[in-house]
């Protein structure tokens, strides 16, 4: 008997760190078919070491698996009009290489046993305990904050969207 494996993963190829992806409240802007994306159970980012600056802003090793989020939303993505963003509700970072296998599409859509990752032992955080954390604060005080790090956390401590965040920098 023949079966066909479940999709149940959602595969990105993204420059961005797990930091940013968390503070922007999942990885986006992505083309892709939303109701496909909405039956994924899992969001795996894989690391796009050769994306130039300044969107690129993570070092983990090219192709490799860093993060994974249990989905909880498609959306829209904050300022791309026709691309989406992945929420997830919890996330754990993991460190399996060579995941991404050099697609000319940067989102696939797979499942978690045929990438080879096994979630046993991974230690999942939710979403709401994420941006007060020291860790989280240690690492945007050595490596900096970016626009969009910024623009995310403006949004949530406020209650607006990304969107309606502007930042002005006078030098």
């Avoid at 696939?108 to 990438?115: C, G, H, M, P, W």
């Amino acid at each position: 008997m023949f079966m066909i494996a479940t999709e149940n993963a959602l595969v990105v190829f993204t420059a961005k760190s797990p930091e940013t992806i968390v503070l922007e409240g999942g990885s986006q802007a992505w083309k892709l078919d939303p109701a496909r994306a909405k039956k994924c159970e899992w969001l795996v980012c894989t690391q796009n070491a050769h994306n130039p600056e300044p969107y690129a802003d993570g070092n983990e090793p090219h192709g490799s698996a860093f993060l994974i989020g249990r989905i909880s939303r498609i959306s829209p993505a904050d300022n791309d009009e026709g691309r989406w963003k992945i929420e997830f509700n919890q996330y754990a970072r993991i460190s399996q290489p060579n995941v991404w296998t050099g697609d000319r599409n940067p989102v696939r859509y797979t499942n978690l046993d045929a990438l080879g990752i096994n979630l046993d032992g991974a230690q999942f955080k939710e979403m709401d305990s994420v941006v007060s954390t020291p860790q989280t604060a240690q690492t945007m005080e050595s490596a900096g904050l970016t626009i969009a790090q910024a623009k995310a956390g403006l949004a949530k401590t406020y209650g607006v969207d990304v969107g309606s965040i502007e930042i002005v920098i006078r030098g």
